[in-house]
T-cell receptor
Framework: NAGVMQNPRHLVRRRGQEARLRCSPM?????VYWYRQLPEEGLKFMVY????????ESGMPKERFSAEFPKEGPSILRIQQVVRGDSAAYFC????????????FGPGTRLTVT | AQSVTQLDSHVSVSEGTPVLLRCNYS??????LFWYVQHPNKGLQLLLK??????LVKGINGFEAEFKKSETSFHLTKPSAHMSDAAEYFC??????????????FGQGTILTVHP
């Protein structure tokens, strides 16, 4: 059973471009979480999704950020018009049932905005 | 609301000596608590978890943690440090209900350095 997969592992974007980060959860997991780790900081919750539904997006910046988890395919975190402050490591985690089981983390995507 | 406070941002030990990483939590209900480890430029690996069963929890690589409700603490220990233990450690609390179901709240992290 493959673990949580994220791609790309490293992404470089110029200011103003769009960044698309992908997350494939573990097989059988329908709960996906995105977290952001800014330099010198811990991880901060961004969004919680189930298939085709956003359950909690209280940690998402109000503008330029969006997330989806379609019926088929990976979860996508999209950042439009990136700025230098978006440079961070973005981690995806999946769970079978987050109230009862642990979350398994992917290796992360390290976004650098130049 | 819930939160965790890791009391030390950096801990330095010598190889073969005990490790203690301190964590205090705040939660309005019986919490689920975790310790994760992150090696440089890597993802997070679960070390151990407490989910209201035994208060002394054993994890991987010789780590263990004790849940103390009276002290609202969940400190991580290991009897003898190994060079490979050098990493950043995160104490984490999990939300139990509402729309935040399953959401993890991370402490600021403790960087463990192990000297030969």
């Amino acid at each position: 059973n493959a673990g949580v997969m994220q791609n790309p592992r490293h992404l470089v974007r110029r200011r103003g471009q769009e960044a698309r980060l992908r997350c494939s959860p573990m097989k059988g997991h329908s709960h996906v979480y995105w977290y952001r780790q800014l330099p010198e900081e811990g991880l901060k919750f961004m969004v919680y999704l189930q298939k085709e539904n956003i359950i909690d997006e209280s940690g998402m910046p109000k503008e330029r950020f969006s997330a989806e988890f379609p019926k088929e395919g990976p979860s996508i975190l999209r950042i439009q018009q990136v700025v230098r402050g978006d440079s961070a490591a973005y981690f995806c985690a999946s769970s079978l049932d987050p109230g009862s089981y642990e979350q398994y983390f992917g290796p992360g995507t390290r976004l650098t905005v130049t | 609301a819930q939160s965790v406070t890791q009391l030390d941002s950096h801990v330095s030990v010598s190889e073969g000596t005990p490790v203690l990483l301190r964590c205090n939590y705040s939660s309005s209900y019986s919490p689920s608590l975790f310790w994760y480890v992150q090696h440089p430029n890597k993802g997070l690996q679960l070390l151990l978890k407490y989910t209201s069963a035994a208060t002394l929890v054993k994890g991987i690589n010789g780590f263990e943690a004790e849940f103390k409700k009276s002290e609202t603490s969940f400190h991580l220990t290991k009897p003898s440090a190994h060079m490979s233990d050098a990493a950043e450690y995160f104490c984490v609390v999990r939300a139990a209900g509402g729309t935040s179901y399953g959401k993890l709240t991370f402490g600021q992290g403790t960087i463990l350095t192990v000297h030969p």
